[in-house]
T-cell receptor, first 114, second 116 residues
Framework: AQSVTQPDIHITVSEGASLELRCNYS??????LFWYVQSPGQGLQLLLK??????LVQGIKGFEAEFKRSQSSVNLRKPSVHWSDAAEYFC????????????FGKGTTLSVSS | GAVVSQHPSWVICKSGTSVKIECRSL??????MFWYRQFPKQSLMLMAT?????????EQGVEKDKFLINHASLTLSTLTVTSAHPEDSSFYIC????????????FGPGTRLTVL
């Protein structure tokens, strides 16, 4: 069965420090992988997506993710966190067929300390 | 571009009443829309997939008679929670696909439903 695991429920990072959010997936075929951010009162915003090609994917807001097929992981990284990055982050996997819905992980809450 | 809106953003209703939530794609035509439910501190759980002009496909365990979905046009899908009960209180989120690009969905801001 398809599944997405985000092992860290809550992470606190100092402003300016680097960030890595973990995500592991279980999927029978080549997955389509997404990272979303959810801020209070706002919809999910797509940070980046991986379909194929380079395993290091650049996203918006300075985020990047590295896809490691051997580890079934796609961890989200940011070299220097800003206070405005505090939010809920979701990893998701989707099938390649058009119209297929996404399977989400449980999310990681990021807090940024000053 | 690719903006999805939901209305209302929050609603409080009495137990036994029905509530309708609208999901609109504002600047694109959405061939497929999805409805998710999110519990506090939990992930988004897919409830159903709807394609314009056809019946929605519900996920296992979702009561189709309780959660009525209508995708009447390429820009509007509605979710009606019928005979709502307190356990239906949740955050409901819709998303829409443009039909272009591989599996990219755009999400609405969500609707907070509280059933008293």
């Amino acid at each position: 069965a398809q599944s997405v695991t985000q092992p860290d429920i809550h992470i606190t990072v100092s402003e300016g420090a680097s960030l890595e959010l973990r995500c592991n997936y279980s999927y029978g075929a080549t997955p389509y992988l997404f990272w979303y951010v959810q801020s209070p009162g706002q919809g999910l915003q797509l940070l980046l997506k991986y379909f194929s090609g380079d395993t290091l994917v650049q996203g918006i807001k300075g985020f990047e993710a590295e896809f490691k097929r051997s580890q079934s992981s796609v961890n989200l990284r940011k070299p220097s966190v800003h206070w405005s990055d505090a939010a809920e982050y979701f990893c998701a996997v989707g099938a390649g067929q058009a119209g297929t819905a996404l399977i989400f992980g449980k999310g990681t809450t990021l807090s940024v300390s000053s | 571009g690719a903006v999805v809106s939901q209305h209302p953003s929050w609603v409080i209703c009495k137990s036994g009443t029905s509530v309708k939530i609208e999901c609109r794609s504002l600047d694109f035509q959405a061939t497929t829309m999805f409805w998710y439910r999110q519990f506090p501190k939990q992930s988004l759980m897919l409830m159903a997939t709807s394609n314009e002009g056809s019946k929605a496909t519900y996920e296992q365990g979702v009561e189709k008679d309780k959660f009525l979905i209508n995708h009447a046009s390429l820009t509007l899908s509605t979710l009606t929670v019928t005979s709502a009960h307190p356990e239906d209180s949740s955050f409901y989120i819709c998303s829409a696909r443009t039909g272009q690009g591989l599996n990219e969905q755009f999400f609405g801001p969500g609707t907070r439903l509280t059933v008293l």
